[in-house]
């Protein structure tokens, strides 16, 4: 794990791949509960019974913005930024689907530097991300989000 303390020490690692967190197994007790939160309970997602005799990766699958929004738990395992008196997530700057991730699957996030820029004090951030599956080739998504920080001077 990086820790970084201030805008000087984030430069350094621009164009630098910042690591790798380590696996998640998303469980169908987190997608049932992720489509209660959201209100999507598309039969993919719950219906276990349907998914595997109808759908066609033979299991649910996990929602796409279920596997986003653990960016930021798994940002923390790769990065502690220290000595902030804000972090924000800001945006989303491309972001592309390529594969279903299926109930009982492990996910990763690998994270790196893309771009930093200080804008008057508060240091943003574009992070090139990519969220691994575990034995498989295509990722479930890659793309590069938006984060702020305000550190404390």
Do not use: C
Request: charged share 20%; net charge negative.
């Amino acid at each position: 794990m990086q820790i970084i303390t201030s805008h000087a020490e984030f430069e350094q690692y621009l164009g630098k791949e910042l690591g790798v967190s380590s696996w998640h197994t998303i469980t169908q007790e987190q997608i049932n509960k992720f489509a209660d939160a959201t209100l999507d309970h598309q039969w993919i997602h719950v219906d276990e019974e349907r998914a595997q005799n109808e759908g066609p990766f033979k299991a649910t699958i996990a929602h796409g913005y279920l596997t986003l929004s653990l960016i930021p738990y798994l940002w923390k395992e790769i990065v502690d930024i220290q000595n902030l008196k804000m972090e924000i997530n800001y945006g989303i700057e491309s972001l592309r689907f390529a594969q279903a991730v299926t109930v009982n699957s492990k996910v990763r996030l690998k994270a790196k530097l893309a771009s930093i820029i200080n804008l008057r004090g508060v240091t943003k951030v574009n992070m090139g991300i990519e969220m691994e599956i575990e034995d498989q080739k295509k990722p479930a998504f890659s793309g590069e989000v938006v984060f702020l920080y305000h550190f404390i001077n």
